[in-house]
């Protein structure tokens, strides 16, 4: 059995960090399996959903990598719908309602006064043929709901283990407006028939609707597929993300803020489970390592400092092959011995162009005290310059002025960077060179 994983994303907001979760897991889970991977847009809320964020999407899981096998668009595929649904209507189990808003409403308050669950009562199935007719005479049009077996369906799921959904506590679902629009919950379950899913991965707030969804799946004559529930992402304020109101979590706003697209995988991967959070280059190696079984069952937050963290220690390991076609864009591209001199002093890649400006110039130095800066420029040797160059000079200096330690280091830095902080001098004083040092310790922006 080939291994057929989904994502299906409704295209009425932008991507943040929980609801890209799925994305990842599915498409780990899926290739670890030497599987597939299927992007299905769940585009049937014709009012909420647009061009623009369907776009946003697959522009998002495109640059995380998470590129897809198998591509659909739920808005193309109505006409199987229609025919599941008239199959469904055929064997007496997609009945049709005409209870208004207002009345389901009154209906629901009713029942909570009383103290009952508020379920829908099937009024609509003791209606006569001469009972509808008179209703959409009226100017009525049913909507369509799943007539549910009053049973506990039972799953075993790849995360939360053995599951009961008792459909006796359920109403039965509406799978059909009144203008005749599908749900999400009959377009998925016909599409995860049809594109042989074998795995779904997603959320735990999906527990219920799995429930449903197996009863639809054997209703059209199917085996649902497995089903793996992993547990819910939360802000830093341990509240449920949301597309509208967590713009600053979105994947388009960590992509500007300048994250790696690996340090959002490493650290979505590994977050809820019992692993180390390890920075990884490659999708490949995550796949590699990834177990859908250790994801917990607790609800998790979300910290922007593990992120930081996580993208400092990506960078940390990028390779200077890897990162040159960047540094050439960004016109910082000064050879491999930059790049691993300064790789370890990045919280995020923009922050290369300082360190291409401390080496190139100009800088205005600081220097604290200009007989010491000008001793110190005296001992400078002659090129050519390596990673030696820079204990040999100090110690010099030190044996010419009595200085050591921070006393001895610190104005150096000052006046050979303008920073009190940065990479190893041992690795930038080549780098800057003897001409620039020179001049930067005699005060002079160069």
Request: net charge negative.
């Amino acid at each position: 059995m080939t291994v057929i994983a989904r994502f299906a994303p409704s295209p009425t907001g932008k991507l943040h960090v929980g609801n890209i979760r799925a994305a990842l897991f599915s498409w780990l889970y899926a290739k670890k399996a030497g599987g597939k991977y299927l992007l299905r847009l769940d585009d049937t809320d014709t009012e909420r959903s647009t061009e623009e964020f369907a776009k946003a999407i697959e522009t998002d899981l495109e640059w995380l990598g998470l590129k897809h096998d198998i591509f659909a668009r739920q808005s193309d595929r109505i006409a199987e719908y229609e025919s599941a649904a008239a199959a469904l209507k055929e064997a007496g189990r997609l009945y049709p309602c005409y209870e208004t808003e207002a009345e389901l409403d009154r209906k629901r308050k009713l029942q909570l006064s009383q103290k009952k669950p508020p379920v829908y009562d099937r009024a609509a199935l003791k209606l006569t043929e001469d009972e509808r007719r008179a209703l959409e005479a009226e100017g009525r049009r049913p909507h369509w709901r799943f007539k549910l077996d009053s049973e506990k369906t039972g799953f075993d799921d790849l995360v939360q283990g053995h599951v009961a959904v008792d459909a006796a506590s359920l109403s039965d679902p509406v799978l059909v407006r009144e203008d005749g629009s599908f749900l999400y919950t009959l377009p998925s379950v016909v599409d995860d028939i049809e594109f042989r899913i074998t795995h779904v991965v997603r959320g735990a707030d999906h527990i219920t609707n799995t429930g449903v969804q197996i009863q639809i799946a054997r209703a059209l004559g199917a085996e649902p597929p497995v089903y793996a529930h992993f547990s819910l992402l939360q802000g830093p304020e341990g509240r449920p993300l949301s597309k509208r109101e967590d713009a600053a979590f979105s994947i388009e706003a960590l992509r500007e803020a300048g994250y790696e697209p690996m340090a959002i995988n490493s650290l979505l991967a590994r977050l809820g489970t019992s692993d180390a959070h390890e920075a990884l280059l490659s999708l490949d190696e995550l796949a590699a390592g990834f177990d859908i079984s250790h994801l917990g069952r607790a609800d998790i937050r979300f910290e922007p400092a593990e992120l930081d963290r996580m993208n400092a220690s990506i960078l940390h390991l990028t390779p200077y092959e890897a990162a040159q076609p960047r540094l050439a864009d960004s016109g910082c591209d000064l050879g491999p011995a930059f790049w691993d001199a300064v790789k370890p002093n990045l919280a995020r890649f923009a922050d290369v162009k300082e360190w291409a400006r401390v080496v190139r110039g100009p800088i205005t130095p600081v220097i604290e005290d200009a007989d010491f800066a000008a001793e110190a420029a005296a001992e400078l040797p002659a090129e050519p310059w390596d990673i030696a160059t820079w204990g040999l000079w100090t110690e010099a200096v030190k044996g010419k002025t009595g200085r050591k330690g921070k006393a001895l280091f610190m104005p150096l830095r000052l006046a050979l960077t303008g920073l009190d902080h940065g990479p190893e001098l041992k690795n930038l004083l080549p780098l800057i060179g003897r001409e620039r040092a020179e001049a930067r310790l005699r005060g002079v922006s160069h």
